[in-house]
């Protein structure tokens, strides 16, 4: 299962690149930054991205991951081998769904899910592009299987220990994908709201829920720590993530924002910020930080003035991130509409059905879903596409694999 999930990732990533042809290497604007970066950690040059000015523009986690290929290859790897990388990687996480099947239900269930993982349109996407998803989703999913551990764990100190380690593996996919660092908070949440609202913490839910996720969060933090000090040294705040925060932001709200990408304003609020320096220079803070800073409470004061607008983006952006094919123009071929459409619309619906027959057992299988909550909360405020849906989507195949089992295990015993 694993080799031909390889193979037909790497066939993947060499066809998507004759598509570009030789003159384009990517076709996406991250992939850039990230493959500079890796070329710097690997020179054991300042980590920036086009100038001083941008010194924590990305998260350091995928660079270091892509930095391999430059001490490996030379100054200049070809492309490919970041797409073969993105393939064994892409993997990786059809293992992880594997391992997740397999925990939550059997060891049959897990190998559909690994068969669901291998032909998914969305997992062979995320293993083709030269982007972060192509780490964070094996990361996302080790978490998942932690969480579950701890949370089925015999004794008190496994759980800990098991906990721990699902807070480290949160750290490093945030490493990867800053959007994640309250994935391990919101999951806590959720888990002490809903011992409350069933009425089951008088059995001690409600501290479980409080116990782990509270080490979890104390791993999580140890793990972001270094980032953390690195980005007060050079910035001399504390920046938990990115400074490109403000622009994610404004790129969600503002009176232009129709749910997709467009960061064409970032070079008007430079322009503004340089205007508004002294003459004779001095600013305290770095140009970096009030930059973001600048785009960050544009957008927060243009969504307080405009509410109604914001709540119908937000439903925009729902829409688009569920949407049942491809919002891209580039990838609104027939055939591409079609393979996403007749794959992942079933496998929503065999996941929901799953999840409903399946609904007395509780936690675990609520951690499923929260990939999918999270994120879609999450991009209600942030820009909105189907390729940020794709780690959740490979947390529901299983459910969608447990359903495939039980439904033909009925069909063979009927």
């Not at 060499?14 to 992939?31: C, I, K, M, N, T």
């Not at 949440?189 to 913490?201: K, L, N, P, Q, T």
């Not at 008088?202 to 690195?230: D, S």
Request: charged share 15%; aromatic share 12%.
């Amino acid at each position: 299962m694993l080799i031909a999930a390889l193979a037909l990732r790497l066939a993947a990533g060499y066809a998507w690149q004759e598509r570009l042809g030789p003159e384009r290497r990517f076709a996406f604007g991250d992939s850039d930054a990230y493959w500079t970066l890796a070329g710097q950690l690997a020179r054991g040059e300042p980590y920036q991205y086009g100038s001083p000015d941008a010194r924590v523009v990305r998260m350091p986690g995928y660079p270091f991951v892509l930095a391999g290929l430059f001490k490996l290859a030379g100054d200049d790897p070809p492309v490919l081998a970041g797409r073969a990388l993105s393939a064994i990687l892409g993997t990786l996480a059809v293992a992880g769904v594997y391992g997740l099947g397999r925990q939550l239900f059997d060891p049959t269930t897990g190998l559909f899910a690994a068969a669901l993982a291998t032909v998914y349109p969305g997992a062979i996407a995320t293993s083709v592009f030269v982007l972060s998803e192509a780490p964070f989703c094996p990361l996302l999913l080790a978490q998942l299987m932690a969480s579950v551990a701890s949370w089925q764990a015999a004794t008190r100190r496994r759980a800990a220990w098991l906990a721990a380690l699902s807070g480290l593996l949160a750290g490093l996919a945030t490493m990867m994908r800053p959007s994640w660092l309250l994935f391990v908070p919101f999951a806590a949440v959720v888990g002490i709201a809903s011992s409350w609202c069933c009425g089951r913490f008088a059995g001690g839910e409600r501290g479980k829920h409080v116990r782990l996720g509270a080490i979890a969060l104390v791993a999580l933090a140890l793990t972001m720590t270094p980032w953390w000090l690195r980005n007060g040294q050079v910035t001399g705040h504390f920046v938990p993530t990115t400074l490109q925060v403000g622009a994610s932001l404004y790129d969600g709200l503002n009176p232009q924002a129709d749910g997709s990408s467009e960061m064409s304003f970032v070079a008007r609020f430079e322009r503004a910020e340089r205007k508004a320096e002294p003459a004779g220079g001095g600013q305290a803070e770095p140009f970096e930080y009030r930059l973001d800073r600048r785009l960050r409470d544009a957008a927060l004061d243009w969504a307080a003035a405009h509410p109604g607008r914001v709540l119908r983006l937000a439903a925009v952006k729902v829409l688009r991130l569920w949407n049942v094919w491809p919002n891209d123009p580039q990838f609104r071929f027939w055939f591409v509409r079609l393979a996403v459409l007749l794959t992942y619309a079933p496998a929503l619906a065999l996941a929901a059905w799953q999840t409903w027959q399946d609904r007395r057992r509780g936690w675990p299988l609520a951690l499923v879903w929260l990939p999918a909550a999270y994120l879609t909360l999450l991009h209600t405020i942030f820009v909105s596409s189907i390729r940020y849906r794709e780690p959740a989507m490979l947390c529901l195949l299983t459910l969608a694999a447990a359903a495939i089992a039980r439904g033909i295990l009925a069909s063979s015993e009927g």
